[in-house]
């Protein structure tokens, strides 16, 4: 049961553009969200992250918005430069302790052409 | 502060065989999950060790297992491999508490053949 869905799959988008990588989920005890990007031959790295009880959080040029109705989050990257060239994963836990289990979403190949 | 450290990157086994991956988490750092990464299934939750303990454990069979040290260091074991056991392996380190964030190693390459 896939219970994080993202999408899409595979985006381009030209330097300075915004793109927007959609995320929903199904379980409605998840309530930490967080967002990853990885690099070819690398681990993903945390680049940001939220909870529900705010709709919104910028870091850098990095926004999630989230939508705790819809049930869904999504992430835009303002300014977009070449190297921001990589997939990003959102995910999703249950922030109680003794529980660190993230569950992932299916990844977003993002190209940022010149 | 040093990262996540994972030994070896890169590694190659033949079908039967067993492997141990180490991990190493960031200073002070009391929890330790480990994923498994493939094309076909994404990123897939194995299971967490907190204090030596296993806390939580993934959908994955019995050949899978881990455990982790008194330093927090930890390994995981694949025993009987397969070739889809063919993924790169990674760890997560975490504070262990309610924050969740977690941080990811650079990850071990396992090519069974």
């Known amino acids: 049961q896939q219970q994080v869905k993202q999408s899409p799959q595979s985006l381009i988008v030209q330097k300075g553009g915004i793109p927007i990588i959609n995320c929903a989920y199904e379980n409605t005890a998840f309530d930490y969200f967080p967002w990853y990007q990885q690099f070819p031959g690398k681990g993903p790295a945390l680049l940001i992250a939220?909870?529900?009880?705010?709709s919104e959080k910028k870091e850098g040029r990095f926004t999630i918005s989230f939508n705790k109705s819809a049930k869904q989050f999504s992430l835009h990257i303002m300014d977009s430069q070449p190297g921001d060239s990589a997939t990003y994963f959102c995910?999703?836990?249950?922030?109680?302790?003794?529980?660190?289990?993230?569950?992932f979403g299916t990844g977003t190949r993002l190209t940022i052409i010149p | 502060k040093a990262g996540v450290t994972q030994t070896p990157r890169y590694l190659i086994k033949t079908r039967g065989q067993q492997v141990t991956l180490s991990c190493s988490p960031i200073?002070?750092?009391?929890?330790v999950s480990w994923y498994q990464q493939t094309p076909g299934q994404g990123l897939q939750f194995l299971f967490e060790?907190?204090?030596?303990?296993?806390?939580n454990k993934g959908n994955f069979p019995g050949r899978f297992s881990g455990r982790q040290f008194s330093n927090s260091r930890s390994e995981m074991n694949v025993s009987t491999l397969e070739l889809g056991d063919s993924a790169l392996y990674l760890c997560?380190?975490?504070?262990?508490?309610?924050?969740?964030?977690?941080?990811f190693g650079p990850g071990t390459r396992l090519t069974v053949t």
């Open positions: 997560a380190s975490s504070l262990g508490g309610v924050t969740n964030e977690q941080y």
């Open positions: 060790y907190f204090s030596e303990t296993q806390r």
């Open positions: 200073s002070g750092h009391r929890s």
């Open positions: 939220i909870r529900p009880d705010v």
């Open positions: 995910a999703a836990s249950i922030s109680n302790f003794g529980n660190e289990k993230l569950t």
